[in-house]
């Protein structure tokens, strides 16, 4: 299976179980009167609609240069991905605002059965895609495969702390403090949305920093230098930059190794096919 054909399936897949496990708890949480199940089904929700925007992302990001984008579409897969950030990072603000909104009023009761229901199910639901999704990601190493598999573990986390919260409230109501119950939804979702409240900022820091042409971090850099010592070329003649699945390599190559230019080409093509990264070379001839 190609990286390309596993991203595509794997998005897919992802963008299938979002749209069971949002409308399933939409259901539930307007039954039950669970602020938190109609938080974590919004999530799912937004989930469906972000794995149709990475799949238009993927395809457009495949199209070859043409009179209108001689370059390519290279920084579609990062917009995707700060799009992605933006959308996540406003459903957590809009939640603890509600919450917090739900807190002032004098709290909330729940129907617990239903919500204990919902959590099993989706925890259960969340795992296995996150299972899948992992598989996947190991063959495909692209940025918005990436994006949607923290998302899918933001979406585990969060699904098992709702499961954890909604036991501990049944636990309260068989105590003499049982009043108090009607304030565990509320404050839940503060919990978990602030907890989770970085992830999608860290998506858009990484997705600003590719849109901006930074050099990558991590390991790449270091490999691909490596790489080049064959040839005799050092860490100051190579520039790099990421942008999404695409690897930028710009080589200051003296002139008297013109010779060598196709070489060093081919093997940083078959450098980068080995790490599933797409790259776009070019040689800058200096004296």
Known sequence: MTPFVAERRAL?????????????????????????ILFDSGY???????????????KQARKPADDRYPFGRLTVEPLAVLLKGVMIALVCLFSLVSALWILVQGGRLVTLDLALIFGVVNVIGCLVIWWLLHRYAKISRSSLLEA?????????????A?????????????????????????VM??????????????????????????????????????????FDITDGDVRLAQVGS??????????????????IVESVEQHCTLRNLRPVTSITLVT
Do not use: C
């Open 12 to 36: 897919r897949l992802s963008a299938v179980f979002a749209s069971l496990l949002a409308f399933t708890g939409l259901v539930l949480g307007l039954a039950s009167g669970s602020v938190t």
């Open 189 to 230: 979702v503060l919990i978990i949305a602030g907890y989770f409240l970085p992830m999608p900022i860290r998506m858009m820091r990484g997705a600003l920093r590719e849109l901006m042409f930074g050099e990558p971090l991590g390991h790449v850099r270091r490999e691909m230098v490596q790489h080049m010592a064959d």
């Open 246 to 263: 695409f690897l930028m390599i710009d080589i200051q190559l003296d002139k008297q190794k013109m010779e060598d230019a196709d070489n």
């Open 162 to 186: 709702v499961l954890l919260g909604f036991l501990l409230t049944w636990a309260l109501t068989q105590t003499p403090w049982a009043n108090l119950a009607r304030f565990a939804d509320p």
């Open 148 to 160: 949607e598999l923290r998302q899918w573990q933001m979406d585990t986390w969060l699904s098992a």
């Open 44 to 58: 799912s929700l937004l989930s469906l609609v972000l794995v149709l925007l990475s799949l238009l992302a993927l």
